[in-house]
C-alpha cells in the first residue's frame, strides 16, 4: 500500500467503515456464507482473542449485553425451543460437569440464588401447587410416615405450632416462648400434680385458661405440666378451675 492510500484510509476511516457496513447489510447472505464455512477459524480467533485481552473483552461483552438484554433473552429462548433434543443431548453428556459448574456458582452467590429461587417460584406458583398436590396424592403413605417421625423428633416445635395455631384461630394473644424456658421458669415442676417432670418425654406445656376458652399462648398464662396431667385436664373441663394456678 503506498504513503498515498494509507493516508487516504486514515482520512476516510469513517466513511469507509460506513460504507462497508451497507454493502454488507445489503448483502447479508456473503458474511452468513463467510461465517457457515469459516466458524472454526472465526471461534478459535475469537478465543485467542479473549484469552489475550480478558479484561477489555469481559468489559465488552458485558456491555454488548446490557444494551441489548432484551434481544439476547429472546434469542436464547427460541434457541431453547428449537434445540430441545441437542440441549437434553449435552446435559446427559456433561451431567458432571454442569452439576460441578452449578454447585460452585450456588456457594458463591447464594444471595444471587435465592433471588432467583424467589421470582422463579413466585412465576411458577399454580405449576408448583400442583406438583405439590400431586406429589402429595402419589405419595401419601411414605409422607404419613415421615410426618410420624418428625412429630416423635419434635414434640416441642409440634405443640408449640399447634398452640399458635390454636391461639390464631381463637383470635387469642400469642406471644412467643421456649418450652425450655418455661421448664427451667416453673423449676421442673407439673403446674397442675405439683410433682416433678422427670423426663422429656413426660413434659408438656398447659394453658392456665385454656385457649378456647379465651386464655393467651404467652409465657403469663402457660405452665409446665405433665403430658398425662394435661391430658387429664383436658379431658375433664369441669375439674380444671380447681387445678388453675397462676404461673408468675
Ligand atoms: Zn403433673
Known sequence: MSTYDLAYNQDHRQERAAKSRAQRAAHPEVGANYRATHKGDINAKARARYASHKAEEAIRYKTYYEAHKAEIAARMVSYHLTHKVERATYRAEHKETIAARVGAYNKTHPEQMATSDRTWREAHKPKLAASGRAYKQDHAAEIAIRQRAYYL??????????????????????VPY????????DLGVCGLCHERVATKA???????????????????NVQLAHRRCNFAKSNSALQFPQNLRLAL
Do not use: C, T
Open 153 to 174: 423428633a419434635h414434640p416441642d416445635k409440634i405443640s408449640a405450632h399447634r398452640h399458635r395455631r390454636r391461639a390464631r384461630m381463637a383470635g387469642a394473644e400469642h
Open 202 to 220: 413426660e413434659q408438656s406445656i398447659d394453658h392456665i385458661l385454656p385457649i378456647s376458652l379465651g386464655g393467651a399462648d404467652s409465657p403469663h
Open 178 to 185: 421456649n418450652p425450655s424456658d418455661i421448664f427451667a421458669r
